[in-house]
């Protein structure tokens, strides 16, 4: 890695550690300089504004793992053994990088309205798992941005009581209860 390269590395780490904890908002550039060791003015030979280096972020890493979901359920047959390789990638993920990944869970409302359509997205990889195999049978016809949410919801859920404190350890040590309750949800017939 360049100078450069490094340079930019350690700002978007320091923006990152301070964005968790205070906010974009609240986050100053001058912060962001001191935490990474630089001159303030160095941020901007990186990125136009803290803005653009905040939605630069949150950008890249909602690619990156919804690249990184779609290729974990890819080689799957069933929708269960899709459920579990995608409940197991998404824990892995982020605990091998709790500070990014919280940064993305805590900041989805503010940038999801500017990720392009085109864009490879979480979400639209569960969605797509699910329109199939509720089109093969192996699961009830609904709603499937419905059955999609709910899905989701049960990791995100106790991983957004792990940003605020009400759990604590990894949450791929829960992979196996993740699964169950999300093919539980999915599962389910109409009454």
């Known amino acids: 890695m360049g100078k450069a390269e490094d340079t930019k590395a350690r700002i978007e780490r320091a923006a990152l550690?301070?964005?968790?904890?205070r906010s974009v908002a609240e986050t100053t550039t001058r912060e962001i300089a001191l935490a990474a060791s630089i001159a303030e003015g160095t941020i901007y030979r990186h990125f136009p504004s803290k803005e653009q280096l905040a939605l630069d972020l949150f950008l890249r890493h909602h690619r990156a793992l919804a690249e990184a979901l779609d290729e974990a359920q890819r080689p799957h047959p069933s929708l269960r053994e899709k459920i579990e390789a995608i409940v197991r990638c998404y824990c892995d993920w982020a605990d091998r990088d709790w500070t990014l990944f919280a940064y993305h869970l805590l900041?989805?409302?503010a940038f999801l309205a500017r990720v392009p359509d085109d864009a490879?997205?979480?979400?639209?990889v569960v969605h797509n798992v699910i329109d199939r195999a509720m089109t093969a049978g192996e699961i009830p016809r609904r709603d499937v941005g419905l059955a999609a949410a709910a899905a989701i919801g049960v990791?995100?859920?106790p991983a957004t009581?792990?940003?605020?404190?009400?759990?604590?350890?990894?949450?791929?040590?829960?992979t196996g209860f993740f699964a169950d309750a999300a093919w539980a949800v999915l599962a389910v017939t109409e009454k």
Do not use: C, D, I, W
């Not at 550690?17 to 904890?21: D, I, K, R």
């Not at 490879?120 to 639209?124: K, L, R």
């Not at 792990?162 to 040590?173: H, M, Q, S």
């Open 107 to 109: 900041n989805q409302h």
């Open 155 to 157: 990791v995100l859920q």
């Open 17 to 21: 550690v301070l964005f968790v904890a």
């Open 120 to 124: 490879p997205n979480p979400v639209a």
């Open 161 to 174: 009581y792990k940003v605020y404190g009400r759990f604590e350890g990894p949450l791929a040590a829960h």
